[in-house]
């Protein structure tokens, strides 16, 4: 398509401001792919015209949990419909809010209006995947990250990420293909202390109903402890290790109790 067009949904017809004279009205007003809107102020091929290409994905579906920005902030609510017409005015989410009940609109699909809950907070421990080094090691140091380039696109970057050898990477896909918690702090760890965190690592994916990861790092966990008493049986320190080893076992029971699947486990 030329660069002097830009493909959109026409969300209004006859579209009216308040500066307007008279009774004059726009025969359309447009939400650009872009996340912006125009008006049309003529129904001809030199103002607007039918786009083939196919209409954008919509990011959110019926049920999926969001924040929407709304008079006084931003709030969390559940997706109740979606491409919903009201009035004259078509919307890509109607959303329920948690805190009073009520039905909002979202004008359009762009961060600027409505977002993803994150999974992680600032200060969180995490491993992110990059194409180099695999997975990495590092701290949250900032959410919702408004990157002058992307958010003039309607769309955010979820973390920025200081890694533990001190360089900075953006996250920007809130995926567990992308960025996942981390078991390990910055440093060496060991003793009750890891295997506290591990515990409390799993209960918040437990939280989150995160039953495949939390299953996956704690078999990690327990399989990484079996090899260490298998391979060093006479080591002084191999009572201790097994009952860390009954810890994530313990651990991973609660993971299946929590996902129904307790009897796949046994």
């Not at 004008?107 to 194409?131: A, H, N, Q, W």
């Not at 920007?172 to 890891?194: V, Y």
């Not at 993971?255 to 699947?261: D, N, P, R």
Request: proline share 3%; glycine share 6%; net charge negative.
């Amino acid at each position: 398509m030329d660069n002097r067009w830009t493909p959109g949904k026409i969300v209004q017809t006859w579209y009216r401001e308040d500066d307007f004279q008279d009774e004059h009205a726009a025969p359309y007003q447009v939400l650009l792919d872009t996340g912006g809107f125009i008006y049309s102020p003529m129904d001809d091929d030199d103002c607007i015209m039918k786009c083939n290409l196919p209409f954008p994905e919509l990011r959110f579906h019926i049920g999926d949990k969001v924040k929407c920005r709304v008079e006084g902030g931003w709030e969390p609510g559940i997706i109740a419909n979606v491409e919903v017409l009201n009035g004259e005015r078509l919307y890509p989410y109607g959303i329920k809010m948690d805190c009073n009940g009520e039905f909002v609109y979202a004008p359009s699909d762009s961060d600027m209006f409505i977002r993803k809950i994150l999974r992680f907070k600032k200060g969180d421990r995490v491993k992110c995947y990059t194409e180099e080094d695999g997975w990495v090691h590092g701290e949250i140091v900032e959410t919702e990250v408004d990157d002058d380039d992307d958010f003039c696109q309607g769309q955010i970057i979820p973390y920025r990420v200081r890694l533990d050898n001190n360089d900075e990477l953006f996250v920007e896909s809130d995926d567990s293909s992308c960025i996942k918690l981390s078991t390990s702090r910055r440093g060496e760890q060991n003793g009750f202390a890891h295997v506290v965190s591990v515990h409390v690592l799993s209960k918040m994916l437990i939280n989150n109903e995160e039953y495949e990861e939390a299953k996956e790092m704690l078999q990690e966990k327990i399989e990484m402890m079996r090899s260490k008493i298998k391979q060093n049986s006479s080591h002084s320190n191999v009572a201790k290790w097994r009952v860390d080893l009954s810890h994530f076992l313990c651990y991973l029971s609660e993971v299946h109790q929590a996902s129904g699947s307790l009897d796949e486990m046994k």
